[in-house]
């Protein structure tokens, strides 16, 4: 199936703990984001990378870090885990010059 | 700041009936404005989309409503069935130079009643 994989679908952890999430896509997109969807359903970007390149930065604090290996994979790593990181995040992808974004399925995360 | 503004936030309609979201926005640099569709425990999914220099975009039951000058566009869906309960977001894209950003609404919480 073409599509935005992520792994894993649900994540519990404790408070201070460093954990990562992975995403894939096989649509041939140069373009992959990362958002985050809070309790309230409010989906904001958190980063995009265009070819393995950091392209935007929200204001996002430094305990999250992107990393992009090649093209069709945009990992997150977050370290030193709050409760307030409790949400759902959604990788997604797109071509640079498209104003349409494919969503992967969420990881939910739940810091506890 | 929230560069787009959505109501409402939920939305209650008998099957059969139109559902009317509507959208604003306030940065002129948006040029491409789709609509997601969100199942609960599911990704948003595409579900239409208009260019600014179009005024009305129909896909079956779907018909998004764009007016430029006022920077307001509004998702209608006609004979509403209650398959169609989910959250709708709308969206407005815009160039950064090497990616899109999008910048979602709110969202709108969708019942349709049998």
């Known amino acids: 199936d073409t599509a935005v994989s992520q792994t894993p679908k649900y994540l519990v952890t404790q408070m201070g703990n460093d954990k990562s999430i992975k995403c894939e896509q096989n649509?041939?997109?140069?373009?992959m984001y990362w958002y985050k969807q809070d309790s309230k359903k409010f989906l904001k970007i958190m980063f995009s990378?265009?070819?393995?390149?950091?392209?935007i930065n929200e204001t996002v604090p430094n305990r999250f870090s992107p990393k992009s290996p090649d093209k069709a994979h945009l990992n997150l790593h977050i370290n030193s885990l709050e409760l307030g990181d409790s949400a759902v995040y959604f990788c997604?992808?797109?071509?640079?010059?498209?104003?349409?974004?494919?969503f992967g399925p969420g990881t939910r995360l739940t810091v506890l | 700041q929230q560069q787009v503004k959505q109501s409402p936030q939920s939305l209650i309609v008998q099957k059969g009936g139109i559902s009317i979201i509507n959208c604003a926005y306030e940065?002129?640099?948006?040029?491409?404005f789709p609509w997601y569709q969100q199942f609960p425990g599911k990704g948003p999914a595409l579900l239409i989309a208009?260019?600014?220099?179009?005024s009305e975009k129909k896909e079956g039951r779907f018909t998004i409503s764009f007016n430029k000058s006022a920077k307001q566009f509004s998702l209608h869906i006609m004979d509403s069935q209650p398959g169609d309960s989910a959250t709708y977001f709308c969206?407005?894209?815009?160039?950064?130079?090497?990616?899109?950003?999008?910048?979602f609404g709110s969202g709108t919480q969708l019942t349709v009643l049998p």
């Open positions: 997604a992808s797109s071509h640079v010059s498209q104003g349409v974004q494919y």
């Open positions: 649509l041939g997109h140069d373009t």
């Open positions: 990378y265009n070819n393995k390149e950091l392209i």
């Open positions: 940065n002129t640099a948006f040029d491409y």
């Open positions: 208009i260019r600014p220099d179009v």
């Open positions: 969206a407005a894209s815009k160039s950064t130079g090497s990616a899109r950003q999008l910048t």
